[in-house]
């Protein structure tokens, strides 16, 4: 059940992302003020960094470009989920239709599974 619950969270944001690339695109460019969106990335930028230099043995000038790439990744994801929750509550599932949402989430969740496995066993 932990597992599903995890899958099951993973597509929801999956498919969260996917309507906030849609808010972002046609509605509202920064739905999380700017300010706060460079605050994610430099919060992420040291963890990550310090992560990629510490855990991962990555030498000096990879373990920042690790990190800021890998800090930009969270950023957008983070940006874009709270996107397509304010997509979502704002006009509800009516973009893609009930038959249509439940195929995305599907394909999420079976995407979500291949994640899982694979980052259970790389990291």
């Known amino acids: 059940m932990k597992v599903l619950g995890i899958v099951v969270g993973m597509a929801t944001v999956m498919v969260s992302v996917a309507y906030g ?22 919060i992420g930028f040291v ?3 310090v992560y990629f230099e510490k855990e991962r043995g990555a030498i000096y000038p990879w373990s920042l470009m690790g990190g800021a790439i890998v800090s930009a990744i969270v950023s957008f994801i983070l940006t874009a989920t709270i996107g397509g929750l304010i997509y979502i509550s704002e006009k509800g599932f009516t973009v893609l239709g009930t038959d249509s949402w439940f195929y995305a989430l599907s394909i999420c969740i079976v995407l979500s599974m291949i994640l899982y496995n694979l980052a259970k066993n790389k990291l």
């Open 21 to 42: 690339i849609t808010y972002i695109l046609e509605i509202h460019p920064y739905p999380v003020p700017l300010h706060y969106i460079f605050f994610i990335f430099a």
């Open 47 to 49: 963890v990550f960094s």
